[in-house]
């Protein structure tokens, strides 16, 4: 699975964006999608997942009520939007695939849970 990672940049606090995250490859319905993202000096974080196939979605709770996953099978892409941006979110964004291995599969939250990485997009939010 190739991802392709775009839209990010500079909002202010309060602020939106949308990431959008184009995949290629492999059959996606096999995989649970997601965003992690690093801020500085700081471990790489999960952020939201979503299984392609079903939509059932997970968030971390920093970003529950503020961040909504979603998912466009016309177009093999994953979107994250951002709402109610706070300067704590600035980080780089990473699209993340993860090869679902077995029926009762649990959304990883560490990175090693997932197989394929994009690029990073770039988030800074000013206060």
């Known amino acids: 699975v190739q991802l392709q990672a775009s839209g990010g940049g500079l909002v202010q606090a309060g602020g939106s964006l949308r990431l959008s995250c184009a995949a290629s490859?492999?059959?996606?319905?096999?995989?649970?999608m997601g965003w992690f993202r690093q801020a500085p000096g700081k471990e790489r974080e999960f952020v939201a997942a979503?299984?392609?196939?079903?939509?059932?979605?997970s968030y971390a709770n920093s970003v529950k009520g503020r961040f909504t996953i979603s998912r466009d099978s016309a177009v093999n892409t994953v979107y994250l939007q951002m709402n109610s941006l706070k300067p704590e979110d600035t980080a780089v964004y990473y699209c993340?695939?993860?090869?679902?291995?077995?029926?009762?599969?649990?959304?990883?939250?560490?990175?090693?849970?997932?197989?394929?990485w994009g690029q990073g997009t770039q988030v800074t939010v000013s206060s």
């Open positions: 979503i299984f392609w196939s079903g939509g059932s979605t």
């Open positions: 993340v695939a993860a090869k679902i291995r077995s029926v009762i599969f649990v959304v990883p939250t560490v990175a090693d849970g997932y197989d394929y």
């Open positions: 490859g492999r059959t996606l319905s096999s995989h649970v």
